[in-house]
Every structure is written in C-alpha cells, then in structure tokens.
C-alpha cells in the first residue's frame, strides 16, 4: 500500500456501517477484496493511488455490502491493504463484502467476487476476496460435485495417516467419508459437528500459528463467538480441522483436509489489517497467480450482529464480496475500523494486536501480497476450563 493509511474478504469485505466523513466510497472489483477496493490505484493497475483517493473525494459515499471484501483505510493513515476475503479502491464504483486483508453465500449459489471497505482521504480498504478483505474469486460460479480419487474412507487428495500417529492439537477424529455427498457446498456442518472431541464446555480459542522467514513460530490467540455466530464459527472451525469439504483448486476436487495448514497470509495493510485463507495460497506462495480471488467451492451466509462492532483491535471477521458471499477467507485488524461495521461477520476476538501489527507492516507488493513468506503454520482450539 502507499504512505497513506490503509484498511483492512473475501480478505472479505469488512463492514461499512457509520463511516468517517473521510472514508472514501467503496469500489466494485470482481476480483479485488475490500481491502483492494479502496486501494484503487493499487486493484486497477492505476500508476497512482493519489489519483485513485481524489475520484473518491469527488464521489464520497458510503460502502456497501458489495463493496465489502477489505476495510476500508481512513484518511491520514497509510494505504490500505487486504479480500471467502479484499476491500475497493478509491474512485471506483464500491464492491460488496465477499475470503484476505484477512462474506458467505447461501449453500449452492455461485461464489461472488469479494468487496472491499472504503477507504478514508486515500480510498478506504475492506478485507475480502482478491478478487475482494478477508472472500472468494470474483464471477466463480459455485464449485460442482466432484469424486474423490483416493481409496473409500480416505480424504481426496490427503496422504493416508499412518499408524500410531498422534492427532495434532485441536485435529478432527472423525473419519473422512467414503464418498463425496450429492451437494457437497451445501453440507454445512452444525457447531457441534465442527467440534466433535473438544474437551470441556468453556468457550472455543483458536490457536493461529504463523511463520516467517528467520523468525520462531508466533500466535495469536481469538476466542470465537461460537454464541453469535454459530454458523461461521462452525464452518471456520471445520475447514481447520478437516472435517469440512471444500473444493480444491489444484486438483478441481472436493477433499476433505484441513484447510489453512500451509495457507500464507496474502494480505496485509498496515494500520488496518492482515488476511489470509485462499485456498489458492495453500503450498503456492505465489497464490496461482491470484491471491485473495480463491473461494473454498462455497458460501455461508452473513451473521451481522448490532453489538459487534469493528470498534477495537483484534476483531477476526470474514471476508467476502458482498452479503451472504463469505467462504474461507478472513482478517484480523490491527485497529478500529468502524466503516467496516455492518459489512463483515465478527465472529472472534484475538489478543497479541503487537503480532498483527508486525505482520501488517511487513513488505508488500502488489494487491498488498508480503514479498516474503508468511505461513499458517496451523490453526488448532480448544475449550477455556477444557
């Protein structure tokens, strides 16, 4: 991102609700996150995101849920960065919530492209898809059955466990099916599907262990809002633990895997946000050539809560390209941003901000991607008192 501030997808779009007077309107891209929306010179290829911030001064409004993919980055701060997961750039039409800098769709509707927020003075950013902060591929239809090829009872496209093997923290216990079901975008698990073997009854805390190049393995710790947001917190939890399908974009096939092992954090925006998820960014660190546009095959639905608000630093959210277009991407936020509020489901709070922080302000290079590396190692949970 440039000097400016920048805003937190699918990373999906983060919400738009009460946005500064600065925050510039948000900018339709098929295939940019929130974040992305409000970096317009950035999402469109412009040779000036100063440019970009003067269209949307002229043509200031608030985002919408289109628009949602990254948050938006308010004025004065520097340029934003993020897209199931990216927010739209300045000077552009506003793109809608999508899954990275870190919104669902019904079971068996096509994937949308994720929005950005708005960005502040600088056109404000909003996680989303890249294709919008922390959502999925802009104009990917929905992901089609698919046969797994391994042998019955094993994952699609994951090596067989071998014997006397330890399940790692937090891992799912239950067996892969044999067979991929009729709808498998539609098999959304139930809470207590997602969480079958924790101990405990307290509330759910992700462990989310990142890496990078040169440094020991850090985390950051969210309690999710199981309570809140039962379905995202199911799905979330899910594709972790492998207990959730999704579509492969390598192999074109349902497997059944977690997800965001090996998974980079594609975007990141300093004073906004961080993003990751794209199941184009897992074992490719150049994210196919797209990061941020990835979608797991399928979209939940959006749980907008009035009393959570992106007031704070550490909201975990989902990114999307519009309402009801969230997947797999999401982003956390290194500070309040509340043009973002309304736009992104909230579904846990992180704490270790100083960690987001430090990642948010690395190296970045276009559509707000680190030039180095930066892992999920895995994500794990378990239950406080468990």
């Known amino acids: 991102m440039s000097t400016a501030t920048k805003n937190p997808r699918a990373l999906p779009a983060l919400p738009h609700a009460a946005e500064p007077a600065w925050v510039a309107p948000r900018r339709a891209l098929t295939t940019c996150s929130p974040v992305d929306h409000w970096i317009a010179g950035r999402c469109l290829g412009a040779g000036s995101w100063r440019s970009a911030a003067l269209v949307t001064l002229l043509a200031a409004a608030p985002l919408t849920a289109a628009a ?9 701060a520097g340029a934003a960065k993020p897209g199931a997961t990216t927010p739209a750039g300045a000077g552009s039409t506003a793109a809608k919530p999508t899954a990275g800098a870190p919104t669902a769709k019904p079971a068996g509707a096509p994937t949308a492209p994720a ?3 708005a960005a502040p003075s600088a056109a404000a950013a909003k996680p989303g898809n890249t294709t919008g902060a922390p959502g999925t ?34 891992a799912a216990t239950a067996s892969a099916p044999s067979a991929v079901p009729a709808d498998p975008a539609g098999a959304h698990l139930t809470l207590a599907q997602a969480t079958a073997g924790l101990k405990g009854t307290g509330a759910i805390v992700a462990t989310i262990e990142i890496a990078a190049p040169g440094k020991p393995v850090q985390a950051l710790h969210c309690e999710l809002y199981a ?3 039962p379905l995202t917190v199911a799905n979330f939890v899910g594709l972790a633990r492998g207990l959730r399908l999704w579509k492969d974009p390598k192999l074109g096939q349902w497997v059944k895997r977690p997800l965001y092992d090996g998974n980079l954090l594609h975007r990141v925006i300093p ?9 184009s960014c ?14 797991p095959g399928y979209t939940i639905a959006d749980e907008i809560r009035p009393e959570l608000r992106f007031d704070r630093a550490g909201r975990l959210a989902m990114s999307n390209r519009g309402a009801n277009s969230g997947g797999s991407q999401f982003f956390i936020t290194e500070r309040e941003a509340s043009w973002l509020t309304g736009s992104h489901t ?7 901000t100083e960690l987001v922080a430090q990642l948010s302000h690395v190296e970045a290079g276009s559509r707000d ?7 999920i190692k895995r994500i794990s949970f378990a239950r406080k008192g468990g």
């Open 346 to 352: 909230i579904f846990g709070q992180c704490d270790g």
């Open 68 to 76: 949602a993919g990254d948050p938006a980055t308010p004025a004065g």
């Open 369 to 375: 991607m680190p030039k180095v590396p930066l892992v």
């Open 115 to 117: 929005a950005k927020p």
């Open 137 to 170: 591929s802009a104009g990917s239809p929905a992901a089609k059955p698919g046969t797994p090829t391994g042998a019955p009872g094993a994952s699609v496209g994951s090596p067989a466990a071998k014997p006397g093997t330890p399940a790692p923290t937090g």
């Open 282 to 295: 897992t074992g490719d660190v150049s994210c196919r050539g797209a990061a941020g546009v990835g979608d």
């Open 271 to 279: 004073e906004l946000l961080i993003q990751g998820g794209d199941p």
């Open 227 to 229: 309570d809140k947001a």
